[in-house]
């Protein structure tokens, strides 16, 4: 199911389950994340989980939050090793949603207008239309 990335970004549309497409890059090794674990899983090392790990505000998404979601993409989108990047949350809570408290520059009209989903976005921006060996895949559920 290809779903576009806005719409998993808007708690109103976005289904607890969903699957993007991206075609895979070059992964980075060693790099530490202050709002994300992220680790290589399974017999073939071939799967990259990436858990949200802002656990005082339910993983909402800071600015910080979302800056280390696009490397962690980008990384595993450049191993040619990995065949698919799970998206997943705590036990509490996968998501609450844009960062209602921590952001002054993303205030809510602003994410309205479409500010907040730019950077992932951007990591996406002209992917759907290249050759696509990574599946996306996000776990979850929004509060
Ligand atoms: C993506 C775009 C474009 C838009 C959006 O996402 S709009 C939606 C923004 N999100 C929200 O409005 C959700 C706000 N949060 C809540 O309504 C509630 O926290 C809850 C219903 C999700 C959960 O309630 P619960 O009683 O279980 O937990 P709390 O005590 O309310 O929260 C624990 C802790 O987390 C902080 N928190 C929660 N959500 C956010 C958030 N979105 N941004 C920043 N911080 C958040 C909450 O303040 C509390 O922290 P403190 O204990 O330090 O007060």
């Known amino acids: 199911m290809a779903v576009p990335l806005r719409?998993?970004?808007?708690?109103?549309q976005a289904p607890a389950h969903l699957l993007l497409r991206a075609p895979a890059r070059l992964c980075l090794a060693g790099t530490q994340f202050q709002y994300?674990?992220?680790e290589k899983k399974g017999e073939k090392q071939?799967?990259?989980v990436i858990q949200l790990n802002h656990p005082k505000a339910l993983n909402a998404l800071c600015d910080g939050l979302m800056n280390e979601m696009n490397q962690a993409l980008n990384d595993f989108e450049d191993d040619p090793h990995i065949?698919?990047?799970v998206i997943?949350?705590?036990e509490k809570a996968f998501a609450a949603g844009a960062d209602i408290k921590g952001d002054a520059d993303q205030n809510f009209p602003g994410m309205l207008r479409g500010q907040f989903p730019c950077t992932l976005e951007q990591?996406?921006?002209g992917q759907?239309?290249?050759h696509s060996s990574c599946e996306w895949i996000f776990s979850g559920q929004w509060l």
């Open 7 to 12: 719409a998993l970004l808007c708690p109103t």
């Open 36 to 38: 994300l674990v992220v």
């Open 46 to 48: 071939n799967v990259g």
């Open 83 to 85: 065949g698919a990047i």
């Open 88 to 90: 997943t949350g705590s």
């Open 123 to 125: 990591s996406l921006s």
């Open 128 to 130: 759907e239309a290249s």
